[in-house]
């Protein structure tokens, strides 16, 4: 018992000895890593007391009161105004006459006009009738001759037949007058005979020849009388033969004429579809002329604008009208409404008006085809309050005040206005006239300061539109008659802002301004332009008065 009890004792020290060992080698081990985590937590231990010792040597900024902005704008005055609407709109030029040439007779071309080239202009009349028109195409007129004359022979033969159907009625005539005068001899004869054989004288024989004799002459009167009336029939059918041929020749001769095309009005030939020698039947189309003289252009409006010009129209006025290239351009050619489609299209619920434009007095011609945007005078509005559209956000709109407001101080100010503190503390306690001179040097400050444009404050209102015209609104309530409406830096401005005017715009400037104009101001005895001398009332230019 005592011997394991000896080798355990021995064996749990030895076993001791090796934890020792062991622990003191990884102790040995882990030193370095130890060491470095403690020199880096020593290191930024350091930098945040670092920091925090410059921070406390900061001062604090001095406070200041918040400033108030003053705001350049830009303002507009809203003064009442006479303006005409301009209707707007775009067509196509088309001729007013345009004509496609066919051929009316069939046959060879033969001759043409040495000037029938696109472009060139024919004449159909001068300017009197002894000047032919320009034959543009012959066709060969041969055939068309042999039907004239043959048309006029049969004519010659129906004439000279009725002739003799005439002098013939006139020989029956005398054959009838002349068996009346036999049968009324022959009649006298036959009673004298006929009183003999009574009183026994003549023979029964000689009373049947008499009697014979009369019946004779009975009947060639007879077919006298039946012959003559036939003379009637046969000149009416003759006459109607005549009036036949006469119609052939006159086909024969239209045929003839038609052999030669000739223009039908003043025209330009804008087309040539045939050559020398073609043959052409009837139909065929030879050329395209069109008169330029007048142009029409058709052009798509609103029903409002419509009922406005029918108006117009009916009251035999005829609304002028402004042509352009394109949108932006300058009026080049001038025209007047003549005429509205009574039908709208369903389209694009638009009704077409016709413009009637005439090239003899225009500066240059305007071509059929020419794609072009209309101006329409339209109506009248007097006395209205308009405003840019821009200026209105949201149903509010911002009225600069109609006198100036005192000017916020900055900074600046408020130094000098310590240091002028300063100052007149010091001039309590010197001599009157240093005073007196410190008094006026201040009062010249001031007024220089003054020099400045005037400030304004603004007020937000609520307008309602009556009508916009492109960039333009018309006011009818929210705006009074004389009032600055402001126009820019409408996104940092609010109610009770202070503005420094910029710059003035007035209703003839924003219309300038339209790309596309759809209003004109009408000048009135209420409404005059500024001269042109008169500068602009703004801080570019110097004294600014206040807005009007």
């Known amino acids: 018992m005592d011997h394991l009890i000896d080798v355990a004792g021995s064996t749990f020290k030895r076993h001791m000895g090796n934890e020792k060992i062991t622990k003191k080698q990884n102790f040995k081990s882990k030193l370095p890593m130890v060491m470095v985590s403690v020199i880096a937590v020593l290191l930024l231990t350091g930098t945040v007391f670092g920091f925090l010792y410059l921070k406390s040597l900061k001062k604090s900024p001095e406070s200041r009161d918040a400033r108030e902005l003053v705001y350049k704008v830009t303002v507009y005055d809203a003064n009442p105004s006479q303006v005409q609407r301009i209707i707007t709109g775009f067509g196509t030029a088309k001729a007013d006459r345009e004509v496609v ?63 003799r159907l005439n002098k013939e009625e006139i020989n029956q005539r005398e054959v009838l007058d002349k068996a009346e005068a036999d049968l009324k001899v022959y009649r006298e004869q036959f009673q004298r005979v006929q009183g003999l054989k009574t009183r026994g004288v003549a023979s029964s024989s000689e009373l049947d020849q008499a009697q014979l004799e009369l019946q004779r002459y009975e009947t060639v009167l007879l077919r006298a009388e039946n012959e003559n009336k036939l003379y009637p029939l ?11 041929h006469e119609q052939d020749l006159q086909l024969a001769e239209h045929n003839l004429r038609r052999t030669e095309v000739n223009p039908p009005f003043n025209a330009v030939v804008s087309e040539v579809s045939v050559e020398l020698g073609e043959y052409v039947n009837v139909g065929k189309e030879l050329l395209k002329m069109v008169d330029l003289s007048l142009v029409e252009v058709p052009v798509s409006i609103t029903m409002k604008d419509y009922a406005f010009l029918k108006a117009q129209l009916d009251d035999k006025v005829y609304p002028l009208v402004e042509l352009a290239e394109n949108e932006t351009a300058s009026s080049r050619w001038y025209g007047n409404i003549v005429r509205l489609s009574p039908v709208m299209n369903e389209q694009t619920r638009t009704v077409k008006v016709f413009v009637q434009v005439n090239n003899r007095e225009q500066t240059a011609p305007l071509l059929p085809g020419t794609f072009v945007h209309a101006r329409i005078e339209g109506d009248i509005l007097e006395d209205v309050l308009i405003v840019p559209r821009d200026a209105i956000q949201n149903g509010q709109i911002f009225v600069a005040s109609s006198e100036p407001v005192p000017r916020p101080k900055s900074p600046t100010d408020r130094d000098e206005d310590d240091k002028e503190s300063a100052k007149q503390d010091e001039a309590k306690g010197t001599k009157g006239n240093q005073a007196d001179t410190l008094t006026e040097d201040t009062a010249t400050d001031k007024v220089a300061k003054d020099d400045r444009p005037p400030v304004y404050a603004v007020e937000a209102r609520s307008v309602e539109v009556e009508q916009t015209l492109q960039s333009l609104a018309v006011i009818s309530a929210g705006v009074n008659p004389g009032e600055v409406v402001v126009m820019s830096n409408l996104d940092v401005i609010h109610d009770g802002a202070k503005i420094e005017v910029y710059t003035r715009r007035n209703l003839t400037e924003e219309i300038k301004s339209q790309r596309v104009r759809v209003a004109r101001k009408v000048q009135t005895a209420k409404s005059k332009l500024p001269p042109v001398d008169q500068p602009m009332e703004s801080s570019l230019n110097s004294p600014t008065s206040a807005p009007r």
């Open 101 to 163: 040439v066919s051929a009316q007779v069939a046959g060879e071309v033969v001759q043409t006009n040495p000037r029938l080239e696109v472009g060139e202009k024919m004449i159909a009349h001068g300017e009197s009738e002894r000047i032919p028109p320009d034959l543009l195409i012959r066709i060969d007129p041969t055939t068309y001759q042999q039907k004239v004359s043959q048309a006029n022979s049969m004519l010659a033969s129906d004439r000279a037949e009725l002739a």
């Open 234 to 244: 046969q000149r009416e059918k003759l006459e109607r033969q005549i009036e036949n």
